[in-house]
């Protein structure tokens, strides 16, 4: 049995973990790189192994990073079931066309072209709209949460609740064999101890190998109600200045916390003045109305207002921008506005017209509420870039900046440390999805807790893992 590492090794962006049991190949993941050009250099190389070999894949869940290179594996040759929950699937398919579609105005961007003149070749893009389409047929029964689902003879997939955004799972898969038990733990991302909308993560199964994710592996989160405040004071301080709020917002989950404190606050009257809020992302639009779906998944807070038939996201001043024409209208909204935009490493997507309007403007402010990997403009700007290349034009940063992160959909190191805690120490643990500060970091912190066979891996590197015996593997499996 050997385990391999195709993305987030040594990173954070690109999930792809390869298991490879007896030729019998199960992908773990398949997502985008993320960066200013990543589109179109790291997302259109090799995998690092053929794509027709992939006997099924399992998505975690339905962030770009995890499903986004989907469709290429489909281009490139795959032809077997995607496992993933029911949340995921919707989520996925929403992603991927916003993916697909972004794609493709992009590359007729790098062409010279004007928007709508020509379809862009297949060649010049990882996937297509039309690539979406045939992914999204690969798709089996949904997965649901703490219920095996059979992949192959002897090989057992189980998804538990991650806590991160809706339908993300830890997968456990466990190859049985006579005699032999070896149990392989995934974390995906995991959610923070307390998020705000959804129930908190499942506790971990005991498990022989763990691959699991370090993306704040070396940092705690500030407290949830002191981010609440500072954004409030925020909002309240641009306001007097009589400027705008710009949020590059991820379409899933911070989105809809921001809409659901934007609520909560105007109920409250706590938001000040009469000001417009927009949300100009069709996609986080469309992921809202999800949420309608699964209630079973939300935490009480949020339950509470669906069942007395209100909707948690919605108030007086809230509009919903779709359209191109419709975003481009906001700057006619006067000085003072509060608008979420995507994207949310403000690496593409709607935020960059408005940035492009108020990036000079010092009476306005650019919130950022979510992680900036490394090579994305988000990233820059945060890291005190004076200058920045915004739709081909070079304009001077003298918006405010603040960076909350107390909203962040990832576990901290504490939320981490406490999740391993909840099992038994594995033979081994592999460290992904983490820049190399953290990851150095997580592994020094797990090493005084027991945890000192934890390896972390670098891009396609193979691993062999070997089984156990059935005794050895037959601890608990659910506490």
């Keep these: 049995m050997h385990l391999s590492f195709h993305g987030a090794a040594s990173c954070?962006?690109?999930?792809?973990?390869?298991?490879?049991?007896?030729?019998?190949?199960?992908?773990?993941?398949?997502g985008l790189f993320q960066g200013e050009d990543e589109i179109f250099s790291s997302n259109q190389k090799p995998f690092g192994f053929d794509p027709g070999s992939i006997s099924a894949v399992i998505l975690t869940h339905a962030?770009?990073?995890?499903?986004g290179r989907l469709p290429y594996l489909v281009r490139q040759g795959f032809s077997g079931p995607v496992y993933a929950t029911s949340p995921t699937r919707y989520l996925a398919e929403i992603v991927l066309w916003d993916a697909a579609h972004l794609q493709e105005e992009k590359s007729q961007e790098k062409k010279g072209r004007p928007k709508g003149v020509r379809r862009p070749s297949s060649r010049s893009t990882p996937y297509r709209i039309a690539d979406v389409i045939d992914t999204m047929a690969h798709f089996v029964q949904p997965a649901?949460?703490?219920?095996?689902?059979?992949?192959?003879?002897?090989?057992?997939?189980?998804?538990?609740?991650?806590?991160?955004?809706?339908?993300?799972?830890?997968?456990?898969i466990i190859v049985s064999r006579p005699g032999r038990k070896t149990r392989i733990l995934f974390s995906g991302d995991l959610g923070p101890g307390h998020p705000a909308l959804l129930s908190p993560a499942s506790p971990p199964e005991d498990s022989d190998y763990v691959v699991m994710e370090t993306t704040y592996g070396d940092r705690l989160h500030r407290s949830f109600e002191e981010s609440k405040a500072e954004l409030l004071g925020v909002l309240s301080d641009t306001y007097a200045r009589n400027g705008k709020v710009l949020i590059?917002?991820?379409a899933l989950e911070r989105a809809q916390d921001l809409l659901f404190f934007f609520r909560e606050w105007k109920s409250e009257g706590r938001l000040p003045g009469r000001q417009p809020?927009?949300?100009?992302?069709?996609?986080?639009?469309?992921?809202?109305h999800i949420y309608e779906r699964f209630p079973e998944l939300l935490g009480d807070r949020l339950l509470e207002q669906f069942r007395k038939k209100k909707d948690p996201f919605l108030f007086p001043e809230l509009k919903f921008m779709r359209t191109v024409d419709e975003s481009?209208?906001?700057r006619d909204a006067g000085p003072r506005a509060v608008i979420l935009a995507g994207s949310g490493m403000v690496s593409g997507g709607r935020i960059l017209y408005h940035l492009a309007q108020e990036m000079d403007n010092p009476h306005s402010s650019l919130i950022f509420v979510g992680y900036q990997a490394e090579g994305t403009l988000g990233r820059a700007i945060l890291e005190g870039r004076k200058t920045v290349r915004i739709q081909g034009v070079m304009k001077d940063v003298r918006i405010?900046?603040?960076?909350?992160?107390?909203?962040?959909?990832?576990?901290?190191?504490?939320?981490?440390?406490?999740?391993?805690?909840?099992?038994?120490?594995?033979?081994?643990?592999?460290?992904v999805h983490g820049e190399h500060r953290s990851l150095s970091a997580y592994r020094e912190k797990l090493a005084e807790t027991g945890w000192k066979n934890v390896h972390v891996p670098a891009l396609?590197?193979?691993?062999?893992?070997?089984?156990?015996?059935?005794?050895?593997?037959?601890?608990?499996?659910?506490?």
Excluded at 144 to 172: M, W
Excluded at 277 to 288: E, K, Q
Excluded at 460 to 479: A, P
């Design 12 to 30: 954070v962006t690109g999930s792809c973990h390869l298991l490879d049991v007896d030729g019998f190949r199960i992908l773990i993941d398949c």
């Design 63 to 67: 962030h770009l990073d995890h499903c």
């Design 144 to 172: 649901e949460y703490d219920v095996p689902v059979n992949l192959a003879p002897g090989v057992d997939a189980t998804f538990y609740n991650a806590g991160h955004i809706l339908g993300s799972a830890s997968v456990q």
């Design 248 to 250: 590059p917002t991820f």
């Design 277 to 288: 809020y927009f949300l100009d992302s069709p996609m986080a639009i469309n992921v809202t």
């Design 328 to 330: 481009r209208q906001i």
């Design 400 to 431: 405010g900046i603040h960076s909350i992160n107390g909203f962040s959909a990832h576990a901290d190191q504490a939320d981490l440390l406490k999740w391993c805690g909840e099992m038994k120490v594995p033979d081994r643990a592999f460290l």
């Design 460 to 479: 396609h590197e193979t691993v062999e893992l070997v089984e156990k015996t059935s005794s050895r593997s037959s601890g608990k499996t659910r506490r």
